[in-house]
């Protein structure tokens, strides 16, 4: 499973940073980039939201840029996550490769089978509630994580 989802072309780069203005100012200067899109979600607008195997809410502020991959830089504000356990033990950077998949429960599954675990995900990011994300451990292999992605509907 972990080679269909390497064999899809990355639509996401994330960066795990201690603080998304800061850092989408300092990208921005280096890449050219002027126009990103700010973002917090948490329990406010996702739903199923689990850590480590159990239900968790965590909020996170975001900077997205681009497209062809999409640059989605990402800020732990409060609760347990991913992203502030890799800040914790890594410090800022790259952080996970995001895959656009037709079903995050379907790819849970099959990554399951596989012997590759779930580490967090969430529903519900798209305006009208639809959307889905899941991260999977995969550092050991690759050196970051993957993270399967399930458009809104928007």
Request: glycine share 12%.
């Amino acid at each position: 499973m972990i080679q269909q989802l390497l064999g899809a072309r990355p639509s996401q780069i994330g960066i795990v940073v201690h603080d998304v203005r800061e850092a989408a100012a300092r990208y921005g200067k280096l890449w050219g980039i002027e126009d990103w899109i700010f973002a917090e979600n948490g329990p406010q607008n996702l739903h199923g939201m689990h850590y480590r195997g159990k239900p968790a809410d965590s909020l996170m502020r975001l900077a997205f840029s681009g497209s062809d991959p999409q640059l989605e830089l990402l800020q732990t504000l409060e609760g347990p996550s991913i992203q502030a356990d890799w800040l914790e033990r890594r410090g800022e950077g790259l952080h996970h490769l995001g895959v656009i998949v037709a079903s995050v429960d379907e790819t849970i599954a099959q990554m399951a089978a596989a012997g590759i675990a779930c580490v967090q995900g969430g529903y519900g990011f798209g305006a009208d509630g639809s959307g889905a994300f899941a991260y999977f451990d995969t550092e050991a292999e690759l050196g970051f994580l993957l993270e399967a992605i399930e458009p809104a509907n928007e």
